[in-house]
């Protein structure tokens, strides 16, 4: 179970490094694909916070409270963090590309 942690940090990084490739490939050729990889980045972050919340109901099946009370706030906070970075990063990158259309 301790898989989904790493999992989860995996997919954060990747939800948050496809809307960079997008927005760093705007200028060099005719991108079109930039929805699959937006689409693929909120997938992702989607997949990493259902990861989160698989691990919890992990700890709570074991009865593991200490480790639930250790780590809820920061899933909370980081979990707030992956979310509102790759929806701004996603923005950014539609606004940028709709500009150009």
């Keep these: 179970m301790g898989w989904l942690n790493v999992g989860s940090l995996v997919l954060g990084l990747?939800?948050?490094?496809?809307?960079i490739v997008n927005l760093?490939?705007?200028?060099?050729h005719n991108n079109r694909n930039w929805i699959v990889l937006s689409i693929m980045s909120i997938s992702a972050c989607a997949i990493a916070l259902c990861f989160q919340i698989i691990y919890n109901n992990h700890l709570v099946k074991i009865e593991d409270w200490s480790a639930l009370m250790d780590t809820s706030g920061a899933v909370a906070s980081v979990s707030a963090v992956l979310l509102?970075?790759?929806?701004?990063?996603?923005?950014?990158?539609?606004?940028?590309h709709r500009a150009k259309q």
């Design 14 to 19: 990747i939800a948050w490094i496809l809307p």
């Design 24 to 28: 760093t490939s705007y200028d060099k």
């Design 84 to 96: 509102i970075v790759t929806f701004l990063l996603n923005s950014f990158t539609m606004l940028v």
